[in-house]
């Protein structure tokens, strides 16, 4: 057989990335080269943003990591991992099984999100496990099940926002952050403190105050009914709880949410009557209304606004939530999350713990129960009731939790801090080990898309000597506490479909074969026969009546107003050319061009009454922190309010750890600051 270097035949595989899961071809060789993939819908053409195109730099990259390390100094991988076994079996024999915990990541494959999740379960005991998306989808995600009884994120195929006429886009800036799905946008409304990239392309932009977008969103439900546009006949055929809804509008006229929001009267009227007057429209939501410490309740609006429109389970319609990280959507399915068993499931669901606890051959009685959640558990590490280890896979926290610097005080109190890792990232350079994993190209597994679609992504190449895959890795201590746990990807994925059979994200009828064959089958797809599910809702929604729950939220201010020592309102967010934690773009050459360092958005006003010249340093400081940043002047954003990227460490030192009530989501899109130019 050839190996795959010797063959030139391009490998058909996805980027590793963001949630649109690019189709890319790459062939194998020195250097490994990138190529467009036109079967894959979410880029039919082939088209790739700039991160896809060079992501094989990092493949061969000199700082890439190729041993373990022992406290800083290089070790064999028996050593690393004895090490690692040994420090694990004495805290838990001190101090409990939940003295151990683990983070992952949603930009790990379902396989190895589904091992996290049982090695956290199985081998340590612990119900101290969370991830990153958390930071991400949690509040989409908590309002989805609300109201549909289920989160997938777009209910429908990409492709189907072409037959829509209008699409409102609440806080996402996908020409930035998802550049090939603005194909398949139609005429465009955008929520958006900043006029963005995708702003640019729209009929219509509203502009309001950072953390206001729950105020906006009742507004525009509010006109709806004052305006006679409501879709009588679909709220009565296929929703409950309308009522309550229109009674908790009342106070809600348009010059009070003018008020509230900064967004003229007339621009809402517009867009409700663009929404309301379309044969077929859809309402997306992003991190720009979900991370904040009401973003459960803000998307349940928008979610509302969608309902009172007739717009969910219409063919051509409906909501969606634009999933980030690359598995962002399986990362959340299969039980890395705190409260979640594979398949979806509830961990406190005695049925659901009985089903995985067979797959599994343990006990029902000796699964855990639910953990704390991300930032929770990440300010419990090291604390006298907190957890005195951390296995973490698959995130960056110390430049991408809020309140970054506390957080890496709270790691480096730590007894045992171990990462598995590529690079040596900001988190990974306070690691007592460090594991050196593969890269996406270098291993097979499945990731599903922000339509749900389940996509196999190829090996292309072989790691560098000494690197071993997260499944291996995870196999390796399991092995030394004494559990058998597979390593290979379609071992783990055979038993994570027999894991999620009956659960609401059921992937028992999906192969590797068929996934080839298909380019992707969506889930539920409960049997080998099944077809998979692209359209879970049209005929009903997943609660137990088949019916959309309306629900009535509040506004309410952000966690952190600003003040006369902090008078302005920060926001964060992302750039074209680099992704996340920056641990991965920021070592890649032209994406370092393109985007070489931290800055600092704001208005020309602003900028004068602080004496701040374009190109300037800035200081930035709120309660938890400073952070610095070069100056860029645009009337894009509104004067009250500066925008940071949070790709370089910084501006997380900034942010605030509010957290939402229901998804523990924290409000990275809202605190105050003052600024000061450094001479
Ligand atoms: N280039 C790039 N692409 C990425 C990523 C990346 O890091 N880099 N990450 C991926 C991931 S994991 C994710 S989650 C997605 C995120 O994708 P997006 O949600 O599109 O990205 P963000 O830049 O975080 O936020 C979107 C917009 O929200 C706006 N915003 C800020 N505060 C508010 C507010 O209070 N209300 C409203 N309405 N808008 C607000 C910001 O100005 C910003 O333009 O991107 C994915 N794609
Ligand atoms: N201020 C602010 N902060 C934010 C956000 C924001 O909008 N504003 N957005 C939040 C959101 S939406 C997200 S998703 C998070 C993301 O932030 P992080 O959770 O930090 O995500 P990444 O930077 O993608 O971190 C991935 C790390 O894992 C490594 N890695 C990549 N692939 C693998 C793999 O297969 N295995 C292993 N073991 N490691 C791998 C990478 O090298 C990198 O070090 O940030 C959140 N933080
Ligand atoms: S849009 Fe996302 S998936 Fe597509 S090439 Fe860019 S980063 Fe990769
Ligand atoms: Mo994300």
């Known amino acids: 057989m050839k190996s795959p270097e010797s063959s030139i035949e391009p490998v058909k595989t996805h980027c590793p990335y963001c949630a649109l899961q690019c189709g890319m071809t790459l062939t194998p060789g020195a250097p490994v080269v990138v190529g467009p993939r036109d079967d894959v819908p979410a880029n039919a053409g082939g088209a790739l943003c700039q991160k896809g195109w060079t992501a094989a730099e990092l493949l061969t990259h000199r700082d890439r990591l190729t041993t373990p390390l022992l406290h800083g100094e290089p070790a064999s991988w028996g050593e690393a991992l004895d090490y690692v076994a040994g420090r694990l079996r004495a805290l838990r024999a001190e101090h409990g099984p939940d003295s151990v915990a683990v983070f992952g990541g949603g930009g790990l494959t379902n396989e190895k999100a589904y091992q996290l999740g049982k090695f956290a379960r199985v081998a340590l005991g612990t119900s101290q496990i969370d991830y990153n998306g958390r930071f991400c989808m949690s509040s989409a995600a908590a309002a989805s099940i609300r109201a549909f009884g289920m989160d997938r994120g777009l209910p429908f195929p990409v492709t189907d926002l072409a037959q829509a006429e209008v699409v409102l886009m609440a806080g996402a800036n996908v020409a930035e952050t998802m550049p090939p799905f603005v194909r398949h946008l139609p005429r465009l409304i955008v929520i958006d403190p900043r006029r963005t990239a995708t702003a640019r392309l729209a009929w219509l932009h509203l502009q309001p105050a950072p953390g206001?977008?729950?105020?906006?969103?009742?507004?525009?439900?509010?006109?709806?009914?004052?305006?006679?546009?409501?879709?009588?006949?679909?709220?009565?055929?296929?929703?409950?709880?309308?009522?309550?809804?229109?009674?908790?509008?009342?106070?809600?006229?348009?010059?009070?949410?003018?008020?509230?929001?900064?967004?003229?009267?007339?621009?809402?009227?517009?867009?409700?009557?663009?929404?309301?007057?379309?044969?077929?429209?859809?309402?997306?939501?992003?991190?720009?209304?979900?991370?904040?410490?009401?973003?459960?309740?803000?998307?349940?609006?928008?979610?509302?606004?969608?309902?009172?429109?007739?717009?969910?389970?219409?063919?051509?319609?409906?909501?969606?939530?634009?999933?980030?990280?690359?598995?962002?959507?399986?990362?959340?399915?299969?039980?890395?999350?705190?409260?979640?068993?594979?398949?979806?499931?509830?961990?406190?669901?005695?049925?659901?713990?009985?089903?995985?606890?067979?797959?599994?051959?343990?006990?029902?009685?000796?699964?855990?129960?639910?953990?704390?959640?991300?930032?929770?558990?990440?300010?419990?590490?090291?604390?006298?009731?907190?957890?005195?280890?951390?296995?973490?896979?698959?995130?960056?926290?110390?430049?991408?939790?809020?309140?970054?610097?506390?957080?890496?005080?709270?790691?480096?109190?730590?007894?045992?801090?171990?990462?598995?890792?590529?690079?040596?990232?900001?988190?990974?350079?306070?690691?007592?080990?460090?594991?050196?994993?593969?890269?996406?190209?270098?291993?097979?597994?499945?990731?599903?898309?922000?339509?749900?679609?389940?996509?196999?992504?190829?090996?292309?190449?072989?790691?560098?000597?000494?690197?071993?895959?997260?499944?291996?890795?995870?196999?390796?201590?399991?092995?030394?506490?004494?559990?058998?746990?597979?390593?290979?990807?379609?071992?783990?994925?055979?038993?994570?479909?027999?894991?999620?059979?009956?659960?609401i994200a059921d992937y028992s009828g999906i192969t590797y074969e068929r996934i080839e064959a298909e380019t992707g089958v969506f889930w539920p797809c409960p049997s080998p026969g099944h077809p998979g599910t692209p359209r879970p809702f049209l005929d009903s929604f997943a609660t137990p009546d088949g019916r959309a729950r309306f629900v009535p939220v509040e506004h309410r201010a952000p966690a952190e107003e600003t003040s006369e020592d902090y008078p302005v309102y920060l926001t964060t967010g992302r750039v074209l050319a680099q992704y996340q934690s920056g641990a991965q773009t920021r070592r890649i050459g032209p994406l370092v061009e393109a985007a070489p360092e931290s800055f600092v958005e704001l208005h020309p006003s602003l900028a004068a009454h602080l004496e701040i010249d374009a190109g300037d340093r800035v200081r930035v400081t709120s309660r938890r922190g400073s952070a610095e940043g070069v100056a860029r002047i645009t009337d894009a954003i509104r004067p009250d309010t500066v925008f940071m990227p949070f790709h370089w460490e910084g501006a997380n030192r900034l942010t605030n750890p509010a957290l939402d009530p229901t998804s523990r989501m924290p409000e990275f899109k809202v605190c105050a600051v003052r600024l000061e130019a450094v001479r």
């Not at 379309?278 to 939501?285: D, E, S």
Request: hydrophobic share 40%.
């Open 212 to 503: 206001t977008d729950l105020a906006l969103a009742l507004g525009l439900l509010h006109l709806v009914i004052a305006e006679g546009l409501l879709d009588k006949g679909y709220i009565a055929e296929r929703t409950t709880g309308f009522e309550a809804v229109r009674t908790s509008l009342a106070s809600w006229w348009p010059e009070r949410v003018e008020r509230v929001t900064g967004v003229p009267v007339a621009r809402m009227r517009q867009a409700v009557h663009a929404l309301a007057g379309a044969a077929k429209a859809v309402v997306l939501t992003g991190r720009g209304v979900e991370q904040h410490a009401k973003g459960t309740d803000t998307v349940t609006a928008f979610i509302n606004l969608a309902l009172a429109l007739g717009l969910p389970g219409r063919p051509g319609s409906g909501y969606g939530c634009l999933t980030g990280q690359g598995n962002g959507q399986g990362g959340r399915e299969h039980g890395q999350k705190a409260d979640q068993l594979p398949g979806y499931r509830k961990i406190d669901d005695p049925a659901a713990r009985e089903h995985v606890a067979a797959v599994w051959g343990v006990r029902p009685e000796d699964l855990p129960g639910p953990g704390r959640s991300a930032y929770e558990l990440l300010q419990a590490l090291g604390t006298p009731e907190g957890p005195r280890a951390l296995l973490l896979f698959g995130s960056n926290p110390v430049v991408s939790a809020p309140r970054s610097l506390a957080v890496a005080e709270r790691l480096r109190s730590l007894d045992l801090l171990v990462v598995s890792d590529l690079v040596m990232s900001e988190t990974a350079a306070l690691a007592d080990v460090v594991l050196p994993t593969t890269q996406w190209a270098e291993e097979t597994g499945t990731m599903t898309n922000l339509e749900g679609r389940v996509l196999l992504r190829r090996k292309a190449a072989e790691p560098p000597p000494g690197v071993r895959s997260d499944l291996q890795i995870i196999q390796g201590l399991a092995v030394r506490l004494g559990h058998r746990f597979a390593a290979e990807p379609r071992e783990v994925f055979d038993e994570l479909r027999r894991a999620s059979a009956g659960g």
